[in-house]
């Protein structure tokens, strides 16, 4: 089955920091979405994004489905943006099955 | 307010107490799913419907039970729980099912489970 990893596993950042997380997969993809995780387990999305870019405040993505991979930037980071992002695929020729990737764990610091 | 909503948040029981864990959706979407969440498990689909009366297993479906009578609702059910059912569940929701249209899923609050 198809393979989701995501890069670094673990990040501490200074508040202010600027990041860049990544997420691989292993074969086509229809869409791709990115969650954030917050410190109550609540599963925030973040980005619909199949392909290009979209931008949210402080937030954007990028996905390049032809290379079978997707960044999600964060700047100027803030304490609250502490918690864990993943990246999930769907599944292509299938029903609408979220694949997930192993998550990023991120702490901001003040 | 378009949401998913779950309840209840928290919940501790006891093994053998059966016990069901509501989902309700207010987008009219036609695709509803449980997922469970588990420490270096990651998150896996215990079963999915594609509309009213249409169910099928996930990944992990040993242990649960679901219904969709109406479009809205999709209620888990864990009929006898053992404490291998410990996890953080969540209801997720999409305007569609088949990853053609590729839709957005959107995820309730989760419900922390505790079998003891």
């Known amino acids: 089955g198809i393979q989701v990893e995501q890069s670094p596993p673990d990040l501490i950042l200074q508040e202010g920091a600027n990041s860049t997380l990544r997420c691989n997969f292993s074969?086509?993809?229809?869409?791709l979405q990115w969650f954030h995780q917050n410190p109550w387990g609540q599963l925030i999305n973040l980005f619909y994004i199949p392909s290009g870019t979209k931008q949210n405040g402080r937030l954007s993505a990028t996905t390049v489905a032809t290379e079978r991979y997707s960044l999600l930037y964060i700047s100027s980071s803030q304490t609250t943006d502490s918690g864990v992002y993943f990246c999930a695929v769907y599944v292509s020729g299938g029903y609408n099955k979220l694949i997930f990737g192993a998550g990023t764990r991120l702490a901001v610091h003040p | 307010e378009a949401q998913v909503t779950q309840n209840p948040r928290y919940l501790i029981t006891v093994t053998g107490k059966k016990l069901t864990v509501t989902c309700s959706q207010n987008?009219?979407?036609?695709?509803m799913s449980w997922y469970r969440q588990d420490p270096g498990l990651g998150l896996r689909q215990i079963y999915y419907s594609m509309n009213v009366e249409v169910t099928d297993k996930g990944d992990v479906p040993e242990g649960y039970k679901v219904s969709r009578k109406e479009k809205r609702n999709f209620p888990l059910i864990l009929e006898s729980p053992s404490p291998n059912q410990t996890s953080l569940y969540f209801c997720?929701?999409?305007?569609?099912?088949?990853?053609?249209?590729?839709?957005?899923?959107?995820f309730g609050q989760g419900t922390r489970l505790t079998v003891v």
């Open positions: 997720a929701s999409s305007l569609f099912a088949f990853s053609g249209a590729g839709t957005e899923a959107f």
């Open positions: 074969d086509s993809v229809n869409n």
């Open positions: 987008m009219n979407h036609e695709y």
